[in-house]
């Protein structure tokens, strides 16, 4: 700890929690290289999560744009497992900015205009989050990763004091379909013995819930939007499916059939198109950057397809580290994921809907999303783990399957069971739901905040 971190901490414990307005918190960020002037705080730091304090996570943490402490709290995690919640999440879907050559733009539709949000470098390893323990990147796992973020939790309240009776809710994507659940389960279990965080709703987007479901909702996904052939089709469901696949990759028993028939499945679908999202043009510098073909770039309009690209150079200056409290441990350079987190890859197996269904009767509201472009975890796995949840639980529909709205247009579709537990889809977006439908997103972020179902009318 810093001499500045330890003299906040001392008057914060002899003057209260109105202390961190008289002397600037240690994890304020001044500014940001290239920032636009805001009128919000934000701050970014680690917090240390085991008692030999070797292990240490990133956050970056974005206050409301009005009357924080009014406003719920949000933690949003990435998935991979081993990808970057600042890099992606915070800098190219829902925070507050996003890195354009040298300096960062604003994003309209920043999440943190209606919620403070914390996003977590997670686990060790992952992003700006490190441990200097020698062996530790071997075998993390979910239940390791569990633990610790909500250790992170636990002592990030300890830094900012004043948002300790906001209502939370635990976000994220993609593999965060195991993060998001299995922290929000220890969370409620903490909080049977005292009460102490004020848990109030879980989202994921196109998230991993259910291993053979999701995975095996891909083949019907890339052969209804022409991705592969009809014979390809066949032997991709009959012959070889995708989670047997994946089943014995991770496992090096990959049989020759297997092999045969993902790469007739990676042919025909090509890399050129990006599977998160199968509509939207490929940065073509980061598909082509090991083979240094400069190719034409078409000119997309709206949507910045190589940002994560940027993100990859702004986060690596020098000055953009300093500002934001950052370091690089024993990596040469900051990844979008890690290069050296060695992460238990059989956990991808293990269901998380069954927790989802824990969650659901402890009364905690639950949102599933889809951005529909998604071919990664399609909406179709998901909306059928949801449906079989609410059916196993006895929830009846209180929302009937119907179209929402974001301004005039339809912004997708949604269902919901019991009050507690909606599905929704989002029309045009990708994987990264976010980034490619910041407008759609942003309406049913809020809808999900206020507890209310999604706009039925325009
Ligand atoms: C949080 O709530 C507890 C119990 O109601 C109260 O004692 C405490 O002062 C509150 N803390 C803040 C920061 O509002
Ligand atoms: C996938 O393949 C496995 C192993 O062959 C099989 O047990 C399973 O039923 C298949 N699933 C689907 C959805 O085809
Ligand atoms: C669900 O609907 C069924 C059939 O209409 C009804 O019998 C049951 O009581 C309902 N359950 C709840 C929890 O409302």
Redesign the pocket.
């Known amino acids: 700890m810093t001499m500045a971190a330890a003299l906040f901490l001392v008057l914060s414990c002899l003057m209260g929690?109105k202390s961190s307005y008289l002397l600037p918190h240690p994890d304020k960020i001044t500014q940001l290289p290239g920032q636009p002037p805001v009128e919000f705080q934000h701050f970014s730091g680690y917090v240390t999560v085991d008692e030999k304090k070797e292990k240490a996570l990133f956050y970056y943490f974005v206050e409301a744009e009005i009357d924080p402490l009014s406003k719920p709290l949000v933690l949003w995690l990435n998935g991979g497992p081993g990808c970057s919640s600042i890099g992606v999440g915070a800098f190219s879907e829902n925070g507050p900015f996003r890195p354009n050559g040298q300096v960062l733009l604003r994003n309209e539709y920043s999440w943190n205009r209606e919620a403070n949000m914390l996003y977590l470098d997670t686990p060790i390893g992952v992003g700006f989050s490190y441990s200097t323990g020698a062996s530790s990147y071997v075998t993390v796992n979910d239940e390791m990763t569990a633990k610790d973020n909500l250790v992170f939790l636990q002592r990030w309240f300890l830094k900012f004091?004043?948002y300790?009776?906001s209502s939370l809710f635990i976000t994220g994507e993609s593999y965060a379909g195991h993060y998001v659940p299995q922290l929000a389960k220890l969370v409620i279990e903490l909080n049977k013995k005292r009460k102490m965080i004020n848990l109030k709703g879980i989202a994921l987007g196109n998230p991993l819930l259910e291993f053979t479901t999701d995975y095996n909702s891909r083949a019907e996904y890339f052969w209804s939007h022409g991705l592969i052939s009809d014979s390809t089709y066949n032997l991709f469901t009959s012959v070889c499916n995708y989670s047997r696949y994946v089943r014995e990759y991770y496992r090096d028993s990959l049989s020759v059939l297997c092999s045969r028939v993902m790469s007739l499945v990676n042919r025909e679908s090509s890399r050129f198109v990006n599977k998160y999202d199968v509509t939207l043009d490929v940065c073509i510098p980061s598909v082509l950057s090991q083979s240094k073909i400069i190719a034409p770039q078409r000119n997309s309009e709206r949507i910045d397809v190589c940002v994560e690209d940027e993100t990859v150079s702004y986060l690596n200056r020098r000055d953009v580290q300093k500002a934001l409290h950052a370091r690089l441990v024993g990596v040469r350079r900051w990844d979008v994921c890690s290069n050296i987190l060695d992460y238990d890859m059989l956990d991808l197996e293990i269901p998380t809907i069954s927790i989802i269904g824990s969650l659901i009767k402890e009364g905690i509201p639950v949102l599933i999303y889809s951005g529909d472009q998604d071919s990664v975890i399609p909406l179709t796995g998901s909306r059928t783990l949801v449906h079989r949840l609410a059916k196993q639980l006895g929830l009846n529909t209180t929302v009937p399957y119907r179209v929402w709205f974001e301004g005039q247009q339809v912004g997708g579709w949604t269902q919901v069971y019991g009050n507690l537990l909606s599905f929704a889809t989002i029309r045009g977006a990708s994987h990264e739901a976010p980034f490619s439908q910041p407008e759609r997103s942003f309406v049913l972020f809020k809808s999900f905040l206020d507890g209310r179902p999604l706009p039925q009318e325009f």
Do not use: Y
């Open positions: 929690v004091p004043q300790r009776n």
